[in-house]
């Protein structure tokens, strides 16, 4: 099975297709799926694949071609309708139809529901097919037809807001006005479903809720048809027995939520309080449920709580404490989910918790925090104990485990709620029951607690962390009956003394016992990582009294391979003593600990390179140069002398730095052909630069020549990163810019030569986002004698190539340069060079001015994402501010050559009031605005 198939080639014929797709599900050899497969796609691709899937649902050769036929279907409807002449829709309907209508009990539901997804998509994208939703009742509308008709009217309104269906805000709205036309039929139909017991009566039920709950939260049928409905009040009915069928229950439970969501965007306060009401009638099916062990009946009602809690929230909040709103009991019921003894339950409910604190701390209303401060606190004190892990486990928990990622979770939630309770109040619980406990998994629970809130204490609180710390530092070695302390707590108990350290910073007196005791954690292995992340947490908090100890800080750090540390603490610890470093007054005193700290780093580096092609490097070993250049970037990114080092002053690193030089220039050579080594050489020096600013000078000859070097022959994107350094620093130093040019010349051609080749933006978009910030700081540092080079204009034309690229980084990069480039010819009017920089830029506008506004909109209303609109709208904006005449003249033209081939068209109406809103806009916001909505009309 080779080669590509497309309309000038035969078609395969309708045996070869049956056969590779036996060969995708059956054959044993895996070389032989792996064609198939390939085959496959490209005949998923062809024109051929519409004719020969319908003739396949025909034969029902096997389950397997059945499925890939229906699939392949509903997938070239949905992606390649566009190749279909508008003559054959009528034939494909019918055809669609037609299989529809074949399908029985004994079909798989697979095939079912993509040939169901195929008609719903065609309704969509054939707005010549007027009243499909009637002729679908009629033509469906029997008992071996139900399922499959039901199934259809569920998925449609799914499909409308799909973002694979380009359809179209003008198509939508039509659609979505043709459902609401459809709601009391559908709902007869419904009903009628649900009056004719036939043997399939469960799966005919399940269907006619999710239907409905389909069409509930799309908005086409309206609330106030709710109490009446027969389909609502069989949801009610299955949820209040407990004992009611799982799949049932749980589509009863998505409708029921469905039906609260809407609620909350209306605004009818009876239909409110009634369904209010039998949702807290829900309480006792939940504890029976709760008494039978069933949990996934559990956390559907857990589900109804926390969406009823959501759907009334801001009517909650927006109440006075004189007269509160009748929904807040249900908090009550929420936090009695919170207390099963699943952790899954509270789980479900974080996204209320959440949003009850976002809504408390944007009002800022203490009396209405009161309200809600017994909630938060019982909340606490539930998760506390849902955070307890089970008495015989042995060890710790693995960071990839589910249990610890909810207590993660829980951490972040507590974090964002401590507020409103009060972090010494939450500490105050804590040590309560700290005092309490002897169990341990209790114990460590609470410790987990307590250091998720630890940060918020204030730095001069004295009642009740002296005595926490205190029991954090004297926990015995052993526990109760001689066995050991459990690890688990002691890893806690040392993460909650990192935490705390700006606490121990105010609290000098402490900060002795509370090194002994990490120094004493860090010889554990078990405990090692958390006592350097909890070291490194002391050394930034308390830099000044640290200086004293740095001489045993150092000592760690040439024993730091010895401990057992994961790469993370122990590069922290690194980092650690140089924030200690910058704050040494004596220059000699900080160069010389400066120089045993890169020694460190640098010698064992050094003997690496002496034999680099030693066996495959393990990832951050002791054999990999990253683990050292990345201490080393440590090193000069957080060593920032407090004592000031503006020139003619020699910077106290600069000796230090100037003797690494060497070194980190033999990495970035030997390691040229590794690309994650040589991102962490130039990052390295990256910051070494920056260390140093302007005093860096005496590298930049050879750092460049190297840079231009080693791109020309490995084109690894980080040298255009490490060259926009460069200009960030030095392109304002005179004597610098003529160089820094050279070197942008000379990046130039292999650039060009990478992106040129076949899918090169899309395979190289590192490289389109580090050459285009690299020409943004040129900009930025020395804009006239970047508008004055030759090249400038070939850099234009890459951006207009690379500015329909999808990728975030890049397209930002390649936006920033256009605004900076449009800008430069208004800012900084006081400049001697602004009228000589208006001239240059106003013949750049003139000259690529129409090609980037027809770029720019054509890209974004065709292929590009959302979030790339609030730069193009920068870009716009500035485009408009230079000229606004000649570019409302280019928009217009672009506008009119956009595609327009949707049915209903956009209107002529509708691309002048875009046209009209982007020439008012007054700032780049409102552009960045009116484009997103203007784009909603082709998508």
């Given at each position: 099975m080779r080669g590509d198939m497309d309309g000038s080639t035969p078609p395969p014929s309708f045996e070869l297709v049956a056969k590779a797709i036996n060969s995708l599900y059956n054959s044993p050899d895996y070389t032989e799926k792996a064609d198939a497969s390939r085959w496959l796609q490209d005949y998923q691709n062809s024109p051929f694949a519409w004719t020969i899937s319908d003739q396949l649902l025909q034969q029902k050769l096997s389950l397997e071609t059945c499925y890939f036929a229906a699939q392949t279907l509903r997938s070239k409807i949905q992606s390649n309708f566009h190749e279909l002449p508008r003559d054959v829709h009528e034939s494909l309907r019918n055809s669609l139809l037609d299989h529809l209508r074949a399908v029985t009990g004994a079909t798989d539901t697979a095939i079912r529901t993509q040939l169901c997804l195929a008609m719903a998509d065609l309704i969509l994208l054939m707005p010549e097919w007027k009243n499909s939703v009637p002729e679908l009742m009629t033509k469906l509308n029997s008992m071996s037809t139900m399922l499959t008709l039901l199934e259809v009217l569920m998925v449609l309104p799914e499909e409308v807001d799909s973002r694979h269906l380009r359809l179209g805000a003008n198509r939508r709205h039509e659609v979505k006005d043709d459902l609401k036309n459809c709601a009391e039929a559908l709902s007869q139909l419904l009903d009628s479903c649900l009056s004719n017991a036939t043997d399939n009566q469960l799966h005919i039920q399940n269907m006619v809720i999710k239907c409905y709950s389909s069409w509930l939260i799309l908005g086409v049928l309206p609330v106030s048809s709710v109490s009446s409905s027969g389909v609502i009040h069989l949801t009610v009915s299955v949820l209040s027995t407990h004992a009611s069928p799982a799949s049932l229950h749980e589509s009863s439970s998505d409708c029921i939520i469905n039906l609260l969501t809407r609620l909350e965007k209306e605004n009818d306060e009876a239909l409110e309080r009634q369904i209010f009401e039998t949702v807290m009638n829900l309480k006792t099916p939940y504890h029976l449920a709760v008494g039978e062990e069933d949990l996934d009946k559990c956390l559907n009602y857990c589900r109804i709580f926390t969406e009823t809690g959501e759907s009334f929230l801001t009517r909650m909040v927006a109440s006075t404490p004189a007269n509160p709103h009748f929904s807040i009991p249900v908090l009550d019921t929420v936090l009695l989910c919170c207390g099963h003894l699943d952790y899954e339950m509270p789980d479900v409910t974080f996204n209320l918790w959440y949003r009850l604190s976002e809504e408390l701390y944007s009002r800022n209303d203490d009396d209405l925090i009161n309200i809600f401060r017994p909630y938060i606190t019982s909340l606490i004190l539930c998760l506390s104990r849902h955070c307890q892990m089970e008495?015989?486990?042995?060890?710790?928990?693995?960071?990839?485990?589910?249990?610890?990622?909810?207590?993660?979770?829980?951490?972040?939630?507590?974090?964002?709620?401590?507020?409103?309770?009060?972090?010494?109040?939450?500490?105050?619980?804590?040590?309560?029951?700290?005092?309490?406990?002897?169990?341990?998994?209790?114990?460590?629970?609470?410790?987990?607690?307590?250091?998720?809130?630890?940060?918020?204490?204030?730095?001069?609180?004295?009642?009740?962390?002296?005595?926490?710390?205190?029991?954090?530092?004297?926990?015995?070695?052993?526990?109760?009956?001689?066995?050991?302390?459990?690890q688990a707590v002691r890893v806690t108990a040392t993460r909650l003394i990192g935490e705390l350290s700006e606490w121990i910073g105010k609290h000098p007196d402490t900060l002795q016992a509370v090194l002994e005791h990490l120094l004493h954690g860090l010889q554990d292995p078990v405990v090692a990582s958390e006592a350097a992340n909890s070291l490194q947490s002391i050394c930034s908090m308390c830099k000044e009294q640290m200086t004293q100890h740095f001489g045993g800080l150092l000592h760690i750090l040439e024993q730091l391979d010895n401990f057992k540390l994961k790469p993370e603490p122990a590069k922290g610890l690194v980092k650690g003593a140089a924030l200690i470093l910058g704050t040494m007054h004596e220059k000699e005193q900080l160069s010389t600990a400066l120089q045993k700290i890169c020694e460190l780093q640098v010698n064992p580096l050094n003997q690496l390179m002496e034999n680099p092609q030693q066996a495959k490097i393990v990832r951050l070993s002791t054999g990999d140069p990253v683990l050292y250049l990345d201490r080393l970037a440590d090193v000069f990114r957080y060593v920032s002398p407090s004592n000031g080092c503006r020139v003619p002053n020699p910077h106290p690193c600069k000796g230090v730095i100037e003797n690494s030089w060497p070194v980190l220039s033999r990495a970035c050579d030997v390691y040229a052909d590794n690309e994650r080594i040589t991102e962490r050489a130039c990052r390295t020096i990256r910051f070494a630069v920056r260390c140093l600013g302007a005093q860096s000078s005496t590298l930049l000859p050879?750092?460049?020549?190297?840079?231009?070097?080693?791109?020309?022959?490995?084109?690894?994107?980080?040298?255009?990163?490490?060259?926009?350094?460069?200009?960030?620093?030095?392109?304002?130093?005179e004597g610098c810019v003529a160089g820094l040019l050279e070197m942008v010349q000379s990046f130039i051609q292999p650039t060009y030569s990478l992106l040129a080749r076949e899918h090169g933006l899309r395979d190289n978009p590192g490289t389109v986002d580090d050459f285009f910030r690299l020409n943004n700081r040129f900009l930025q540092r020395a804009p006239m004698p970047y508008l004055q080079t030759e090249f400038l204009?070939?850099?234009?034309?890459?951006?207009?190539?690379?500015?329909?690229?999808?990728?975030?980084?890049?397209?930002?990069?390649?936006?920033?340069?256009?605004?900076?480039?449009?800008?430069?010819?208004?800012?900084?009017?006081?400049?001697?060079?602004?009228?000589?920089?208006?001239?240059?830029?106003?013949?750049?506008?003139?000259?690529?001015?129409?090609?980037?506004?027809?770029?720019?909109?054509?890209?974004?209303?065709?292929t590009l994402p959302y979030y790339t609109y609030a730069d193009i709208g920068d870009v716009l904006y500035h485009l408009s501010e230079l000229d606004k005449v000649t570019f409302c003249t280019w928009l217009e033209a672009t506008l009119k050559n956009l595609p327009n081939n949707g049915t209903p068209a956009v209107t002529s109406r509708q691309l002048e009031e875009f046209h009209q809103a982007v020439a008012k806009a007054e700032d780049p916001g409102e552009v960045a605005h009116q484009l997103r909505e203007f784009v909603r009309l082709w998508r």
């Open positions: 008495p015989d486990m042995v060890g710790v928990l693995s960071e990839d485990e589910d249990f610890a990622e909810f207590r993660s979770r829980v951490s972040d939630l507590i974090k964002d709620c401590v507020f409103i309770v009060g972090s010494s109040a939450v500490f105050g619980h804590m040590y309560t029951q700290l005092k309490a406990t002897s169990q341990w998994e209790q114990t460590e629970a609470t410790l987990f607690v307590m250091q998720a809130v630890a940060r918020n204490i204030h730095p001069e609180e004295k009642d009740i962390v002296p005595a926490v710390l205190q029991e954090v530092l004297t926990l015995p070695a052993a526990g109760g009956g001689g066995g050991m302390l459990h050879s750092l460049v020549g190297q840079l231009i070097r080693l791109y020309e022959s490995h084109k690894h994107s980080c040298y255009l990163y490490l060259g926009s350094i460069l200009v960030d620093e030095f392109a304002c130093e204009k070939s850099v234009i034309e890459c951006g207009l190539m690379s500015a329909s690229l999808d990728h975030r980084d890049a397209n930002t990069s390649v936006m920033k340069f256009f605004e900076t480039l449009l800008r430069s010819a208004h800012t900084r009017p006081d400049l001697q060079d602004f009228q000589a920089r208006q001239h240059l830029v106003g013949g750049l506008y003139k000259e690529f001015g129409n090609r980037l506004v027809e770029t720019l909109v054509r890209s974004a209303v065709l």
